[in-house]
Nanobody, 122 residues
């Protein structure tokens, strides 16, 4: 079992930056690939980025490449999402997730956090 708690969301102006954190409980964190997804009101949950258990492999949605960075600290059971040059259309609840493989597919992740709201004003 892994419990995930996101933090770091908030209100930011377009072009601004935020860093989200996802703290995981349990000693098996380093065994899991981690992903970030987001869901805007009235829309489906969409993939943002993912990282392998070792941190050696990362994946990004095309829409965030070059602006978002995922990283993990296995010693502290935390995964981060650095978001730069944010856009109003990226307003959403951001979720972190843990699974066996770094993938863009939400159903492949077994554990989910409660989400943190990110609001980007224009």
């Amino acid at each position: 079992q892994v419990q995930l708690v996101e933090s770091g969301g908030g209100l930011v102006q377009a072009g601004g930056s935020l860093r989200l954190s996802c703290a995981a409980s349990g000693r098996t964190f380093r065994r899991y690939a981690m992903g970030w997804f987001r869901q805007a009101p009235g829309k489906e949950r969409e993939f943002v980025t993912a990282i392998s258990w070792s941190g050696s492999t990362t994946y990004y949605a095309d829409s965030v490449k070059g602006r978002f960075t995922i990283a993990r600290d296995n010693a502290n059971n935390t995964v981060y999402l650095q978001m730069n040059n944010l856009k109003p259309e990226e307003t959403a609840v951001y979720y972190c997730a843990a699974g066996g493989t770094a993938t863009t597919t939400a159903r492949r992740y077994a554990y989910w956090g409660q989400g943190t709201q990110v609001t980007v004003s224009s």
